[in-house]
């Protein structure tokens, strides 16, 4: 990969970061359209395997990813939580 493609994807990892209580987060929906996943399901599937690569590198998962949803809307104004 060039030196120039990696700045440019560095940049925009960067840009979609957050804070949540004081630490700098990524949300997975944002992360899976700067990957590149279309499907949420495809991306979930990395999500799980580095949790897995997390857990075997003796690190706790809780620290590294961190539950969080959202409330989106479904219609009728009614909302249901989703997975960030």
Known sequence: MK???IKN???QF???ASEFEGIEC???PELQELLGYSKWENFEKVI???KA???TAGELVENHF???RKMVEIGSKS???IDN
Request: with cysteine; aromatic share 8%.
């Open 53 to 55: 690569v997390c857990r």
């Open 79 to 81: 909302e249901r939580p």
């Open 3 to 5: 030196s120039d493609e």
């Open 66 to 68: 961190p539950d969080v």
């Open 14 to 16: 960067e840009a979609v």
């Open 9 to 11: 994807l560095f940049t």
């Open 48 to 50: 799980i395997k580095a």
């Open 26 to 28: 990524w949300s997975a």
